[in-house]
């Protein structure tokens, strides 16, 4: 049996103590191969954030959308979310990495302006945190 999107061996399924072990190992596992593939989805992340006004309606990009969701769908699926905080949220350096910081009167300090590039968590780790732009 295998982790179809990553082609990983699934643990055996028993109550035997060799079994949380293994669970464990196919929880790093995971972790690992996605770390290992972080740059393909920020990449397509850059893609969409650049993408041209006049390409929002093309059915050609409109299907590279689709396709991004679909990596989503099985990245939750896996118990692996995305951390992408919205702009004016608080800083929280549990989730997040301040790659930049600005000076601004419109907000008030530890204050994210912008996202750089999401993160990644499991239900018990942060595999990457979300590298933001703050206010000072």
Same mark, same amino acid.
């Not at 999107?5 to 972790?31: C, D, G, N, W």
């Given at each position: 049996? *295998?982790? *179809? *999107? =990553?082609?990983?061996?699934?643990?055996?399924? $028993?109550?035997? $103590?060799? $079994?949380? @072990?293994? $669970?464990?190992?196919?929880?790093? +596992?995971?972790?690992? @191969? =996605?770390?290992?593939?972080?740059?393909?989805?920020?990449? =397509?992340? *850059?893609?969409?954030?650049?993408?041209? +006004?006049?390409?929002e309606d093309n059915n050609w990009v409109q299907g590279i959308s689709h396709i991004a969701e679909q990596i989503n769908q099985k990245l939750n699926e896996l118990g692996i979310?995305?951390?992408i905080p919205r702009q004016n949220e608080v800083f929280d350096p549990r989730f997040h990495e301040a790659l930049a910081t600005e000076k601004t009167k419109e907000a008030k300090p530890d204050i994210i302006l912008e996202l750089i590039k999401p993160g990644y968590k499991t239900d018990k780790r942060v595999i990457r945190p979300a590298q933001v732009k703050v206010s000072k």
């Open positions: 049996d *295998f982790c *179809f *999107f =990553l082609m990983i061996p699934r643990p055996p399924r $028993s109550t035997h $103590s060799r $079994s949380s @072990a293994a $669970s464990e190992v196919y929880k790093r +596992q995971k972790e690992n @191969a =996605l770390f290992e593939i972080l740059p393909v989805l920020d990449n =397509l992340y *850059f893609a969409f954030k650049h993408q041209p +006004q006049e390409l979310e995305r951390i």
